[in-house]
């Protein structure tokens, strides 16, 4: 069974940083490309960062380009998203979301129960 | 980016009706599309990959269709434990984009 579990979430200042941490088991890790997902309050599901099986490959979505870093360590099977220089815009629960395939462009099968990051002075 | 404009944003609906849900892509997007099942404090559920097959595990009263830019999400009868958002998400390319969410509701 696919299990994915986020830790790192909490209160920050504007400015501050967290680091997002996603323990991953039941598959083989290094096989499939993992994703980060949030859902600010009330609002819908966005897309952030996604990750190559192999981890040479990442992307970004523009709102967050230049101030989040995903990772992975595959000896591991860990994911992690370094958040730098948070807004209040980034207030969300954060979801780690495993891929179909190697590919970041694919779609998630499985998703962890996310973690809330709060952005506040 | 690819916009995904789905509908309609809540619905209500008594058990056992059928409740259809619609998205639409701003471009060509074959047939990759995610439909996906949210409850709140919840992780989302895949249920239907590829626009139209139902994820393993997934009960048959869920179904999906459609290609290129419209699709269709349907639940052929509703069942109180199907009180969810839910969302289509395009992975033609990058970003991944999610249509804004159906609220579905018990009336």
């Known amino acids: 069974e696919v299990q994915l579990l986020e830790s790192g979430g909490g209160l920050v200042q504007p400015g501050g940083s967290l680091r997002l941490s996603c323990a991953a088991s039941?598959?083989?890790?290094?096989?499939?490309?993992m994703s980060w997902v949030r859902q600010a309050p009330g609002k819908g599901l966005e897309w952030v960062s996604g990750v190559s099986g192999s981890g040479h490959t990442t992307y970004y979505a523009d709102s967050v380009k230049g101030r989040f870093t995903i990772s992975r360590d595959n000896s591991k099977n860990t994911l992690h998203l370094q958040m730098d220089s948070l807004r209040l815009e980034d207030t969300a629960v954060y979801y780690c979301?495993?891929?179909?395939?190697?590919?970041?462009?694919?779609?998630?099968?499985?998703w962890g129960q996310g973690t809330l990051v709060t952005v506040s002075s | 980016d690819i916009q995904m404009t789905q509908s309609p944003s809540s619905l209500s609906a008594s058990v056992g009706d059928r409740v259809t849900i619609t998205c639409q892509a701003s471009q060509d997007i074959s047939n990759h599309l995610n439909w996906y099942q949210h409850k709140p404090g919840k992780a989302p559920k895949l249920l239907i990959y590829?626009?139209?097959n139902l994820e393993t595990g997934v009960p048959s009263r869920f179904s999906g269709s459609g290609s290129g830019t419209d699709f269709t999400f349907t639940i052929i009868s509703l069942q109180p434990e199907d009180i969810a958002t839910y969302y289509c998400q395009q992975y033609d390319n990058l970003p991944l984009t999610f249509g804004g969410g159906t609220k579905v509701e018990i009336k």
């Open positions: 590829d626009a139209s």
């Open positions: 979301a495993k891929g179909s395939s190697r590919s970041p462009v694919t779609g998630s099968d499985s």
């Open positions: 039941g598959f083989t890790f290094s096989s499939y490309a």
